[in-house]
């Protein structure tokens, strides 16, 4: 086994709190709240769909607020493994970890925000000639967790965060209007029917379609070139930043995910797609909606096919476009993308 496993899991926990203390307050307040009760239900290790103590919840925020004041100005802190290791070298980290059954994951996500996580290893494969890490239980980790992420040249699957995401979906679904396409994914793995093996089934599905939508996010990345990853890492607008997201994802989606998901009939997965397809994603993009809905009436998925087919070429020309865009004028680059988002962007019909 590791040497002190416990020194590591108290590691990369410092290093996971040293990164909230720097960025959670960032987010809105709604949002903070929401990611919050979810990061205490995983710390007590309380079961999904369990009250939460309200007072104890209370005061655990306040104690971690606290705590992010006397830690947001440290450094990250190396990790104890093979003599020291700085905690952004996740394959080094891993060469040493993945023998005994752990994986750990590290890197920068949204407008720059640190994530790391340290987990039990599932499994781990290779797709198109990319690593894939399908990470079990968690022992550390920050307040944010994305279900699935590219690392390094790695995916990164976390099942803890696909089933706790799909909880939570599905309670928010029951205050909802059920004949929508949320509800269509969950009547689709029989949720209501038995709602400990529906979640067990939808979580191998939709982690199967994560998977899926970050091997096109590496197919995506070979067409963009440094050139996109470089004007990522300058964007300071937080808006210009979600809007070159959100072509991306759009590109990968068209170019890998939604034509394997067609391909397969993997029509829960489908529903589920469509219900999370919302915000600027879905405003730049209303002819999938479109082809989504004229699915549901004909039963036909053959105009799914044609838009999906034909979004990929679009969305790599617009992933271009915003890259040229940029080019030109570096300094003025995020209002320049901006303005695109505002005027010919907006509203794309296929």
Known sequence: ?????????DTVQ????????????????CTFLLEMREYYRWEMEIPY??????????????????????????????LPVSGGIDPFDAD???????????????GLGHFRKPHFVLAELKRAEVREGVKVY????????????????????????????????LWNKFEEWQWKEKDTALGRAFAYHDFEQDIERGLDRMAEAESEAMILHEVGEARAEKLLGADWNSMLGQLNSKHAELLARAVRDHLADCL????????????????????????????????????????????????????????????LDTAQRLTATWQRDPAHGDANLNALAGSDLAGLKL
């Open 256 to 315: 890998v995910t939604l034509p394997t998901l067609l391909e397969r009939e993997a029509y829960g997965s489908l529903h589920f797609y469509l219900a999370n397809l919302s915000g600027l994603r879905r405003a730049l993009f209303p002819a999938l909606t479109h082809a989504y809905e004229q699915w549901l009436n004909d039963h036909d998925t053959a105009q799914l096919a044609r838009v999906v087919n034909a979004a990929a070429t679009h969305w």
């Open 49 to 78: 769909g369990a009250r939460l103590p309200k007072d104890d919840l209370g005061d655990w925020l306040t104690a971690r607020e606290s705590l992010w004041d006397t830690v947001e100005e440290q450094a990250f802190i190396p």
């Open 1 to 9: 086994m590791v040497e002190n496993l416990s020194a590591l899991i």
């Open 14 to 29: 410092k290093n996971c709190t040293i990164a909230d203390a720097r960025h959670a307050r960032d987010m809105t307040i």
């Open 92 to 106: 080094d980290v891993n060469r040493a970890l993945i023998p005994y059954g752990l994986v750990y994951s590290s």
């Open 134 to 165: 399908v990470a079990g239980c968690e022992y550390a980790r920050d307040l944010i967790a994305p279900p699935a992420a590219m690392r390094d040249g790695a995916i990164f699957l976390r099942m803890d965060a696909v089933r706790r995401l």
